[in-house]
């Protein structure tokens, strides 16, 4: 069976204004599949002072399975300092869509 995926991935992270930051690197690591990906600079974009969107590129996510993929957001403080969201979980289930990859 054929699954369509997202490309757009909108990341919530708490206890931090994403505005104040710099630095944002988003990683992203599907053990059973072996696939890693690190998202940095442009790659990453401020969607709200508490959401950051990236796009997943389709020759990536036609590798990944329906199996969790943990993640982490690190970023660099106004102070100098770098730190990091707590480590998450993104279902594939919920990248998944009927319309097809980028829309």
Known sequence: MFQRMRGA?????????????????????????????LFTGADVMIASDSEISIVIPKEVAMQLEVAPIRGQVMFTKEDGYPDASKPF???????????????
């Open 9 to 37: 991935v909108t990341i919530a992270v708490s206890g931090v204004d994403l505005n104040t930051v710099s630095d944002i690197e988003v990683k992203l690591i599907q053990e059973d599949t072996g696939v890693e990906m």
């Open 89 to 103: 979980t993104i279902k594939v289930s919920e990248l998944i869509k009927e319309d097809g990859y980028g829309s």
